[in-house]
Structure formats: structure tokens, C-alpha cells
């Protein structure tokens, strides 16, 4: 059995020395990445934030037609499946995504084909235009600058429109997790966090948090490799270049092993409106 716990353990480190050096490559497209995080949703049960997305739009925004700036969503898929969730009051969605990955845009175009894709990262998005909802849906850990990216995300918000972002909560297991692998950096921040800076943010009011809960498949995890590598790829959120070290892999092992599949998911959807009345304009 130590014997076999060895072997895994270094097989894991060996898939992380790998991932990290495609990470660093010059020819990165980040199909690596984007499967490391469908192994790791893979694993997920329960609750989404999704319901609570297409609700807090459904309610918010009265207008016929309405224009929507998905921030860090991809493909676009998430967005999809949060728009089919709402009973159509909308006579026209215009839908803009902002994601550096250049390879999701043709799946993107799929989903929205008359809606605009920028492969740019949210810092470097320029718009003259504004939005109905800005939503980041689990993309603000990607960010440099979380408070900074809130502001700008509500400076692009038309007067009445809604800002949506889902973190994880303080409470999260996989938080946990992402902070015993690269400390409390910012790409740790929790949606009570998200709450503080929203009521902070001049331009928005009436910031609130709704929580959802769901479980990890933990055991997945120590049953393959392949997807332990994948679920510490993502937890890491990119805040080293450098693989994971053997101690550190065993020290997530071990709390893994304590948790099993005990291992709660706790995210919250944040919600701040911009001051002002909507007028219904035309976006970008």
C-alpha cells in the first residue's frame, strides 16, 4: 500500500512537472488548462450557481431588449444555459464575451451568433458602450486586481444594470485548498470579499450574496491521478509557473484523504446595481 501511495504520489507530481512546462510554453493554446478544468467540474455535485444567475437577471432587468457583457465566460456556455433558464421577457439579448482564450470563440459564435467576441484579457477590454448586466461567472481569481476589475466591470454598467460575480465563499473547501497552495493571494478572494468592495464601489448600491452549496468528489481525486493533476492545476489559478513541490502534494493528499467526500463546495453569487435609472440604450 505505501508502495502504491508512492507511485501515485509521483505520478501526480510527474503530470504536474508537465502541465507546467506546456503552461510556460510559447505555444501554449490552453486546451491543456481548459481540460484540466472539465476534469475537474467533473467532480462536482449539487447545487450550481446558474438558477440564481437567470433570476437575479429575470428580476433586474425589465427592458425588451437587453445587452449582456460576459467577462472571463469562455465559450459562452455557462451564459447559454443561464439564459434558457429565464421565461423569455426579452425581445433581443446582445451578448459581448471577453476571454483570452482565442479558441472558444467559434463555439461561442455557436451559442450567439450575432454576438461579439474580444480573445483579449478583461484589463486590457475597451468599450464605449455599456451593458444591461456585466457578468463574471468563477473568472475574477484570473485577475490581477479584483477591486480594480470590480470598478471597471461597474463603470460599464448602464445606470439600473446589474453586476453579477460568483466566488467561491470563506467557507469553500477548495478555497481552503487554493490557499495552502499559494498562500492568501488574490486570486484567493471570497465572495464576502467581493460583497466588501462592491459596497466600497461609488458607482453601485444594494450589494448582496446568495449562496449555493454542492459536494467534491474527493474520491475521484485519489482514484486517478489524472484528475487529482488537473483539480491542483486549476486550484493553483496560475499563481506559480513552477509545478507543484512532492511536500506540498502530500500535505493536500493527506487533507484530502481526512475530508473524503465530506468535502463541501460553497460559492456565492454577488449582486450590486449601478446608481442611476436605465434608459434602455442600445449596447456595444
Request: aromatic share 6%; hydrophobic share 40%.
Amino acid at each position: 500500500m505505501a508502495k502504491r501511495n508512492r507511485e501515485f504520489l509521483h505520478d501526480v507530481h510527474s503530470r504536474q512537472e508537465s502541465a507546467a512546462s506546456t503552461r510556460n510554453s510559447a505555444t501554449d493554446s490552453g486546451e491543456g488548462y481548459a481540460r484540466a478544468l472539465r476534469l475537474f467540474t467533473n467532480t462536482f455535485g449539487g447545487d450550481s450557481e446558474k438558477p440564481i444567475i437567470a433570476q437575479a437577471i429575470a428580476s433586474s432587468i425589465q427592458l425588451q431588449r437587453i445587452a449582456i457583457l460576459d467577462v472571463g465566460g469562455g465559450d459562452g456556455q455557462c451564459l447559454r444555459k443561464v439564459l434558457d433558464l429565464i421565461e423569455w421577457p426579452y425581445s433581443r439579448v446582445d451578448v459581448t464575451g471577453v476571454d483570452p482564450r482565442i479558441e472558444s470563440r467559434s463555439t461561442f459564435v455557436r451559442h450567439f451568433p450575432h454576438g461579439q467576441y474580444h480573445p483579449v484579457r478583461f484589463e486590457e477590454f475597451a468599450c464605449a458602450e455599456r451593458f444591461d448586466v456585466v457578468l463574471a461567472v468563477q473568472s475574477l481569481y484570473y485577475m490581477d486586481d479584483p477591486a480594480r476589475a470590480i470598478t471597471k466591470m461597474a463603470g460599464l454598467l448602464r445606470p439600473g444594470g446589474i453586476l453579477i460575480v460568483t466566488t467561491w465563499a470563506d467557507s469553500c473547501f477548495l478555497r481552503a485548498l487554493h490557499r495552502m497552495i499559494c498562500g492568501d493571494s488574490s486570486r484567493s478572494i471570497s465572495a464576502e470579499e467581493v460583497k466588501g468592495i462592491m459596497e466600497m464601489t461609488d458607482a453601485l448600491q444594494d450589494a448582496d450574496v446568495e449562496y449555493f452549496a454542492g459536494k467534491v468528489s474527493v474520491s475521484s481525486w485519489l482514484q486517478n491521478p489524472d484528475v487529482l493533476s488537473a483539480s491542483l492545476t486549476v486550484l493553483s489559478r496560475d499563481c506559480s509557473s513552477a509545478p507543484l513541490r512532492m511536500p506540498t502534494i502530500e500535505l493536500i493528499v493527506s487533507k484530502l484523504n481526512e475530508k473524503g467526500d465530506n468535502a463541501e463546495r460553497v460559492n456565492g453569487v454577488v449582486t450590486a446595481r449601478r446608481r442611476g435609472v436605465s434608459h434602455g440604450m442600445n449596447g456595444c
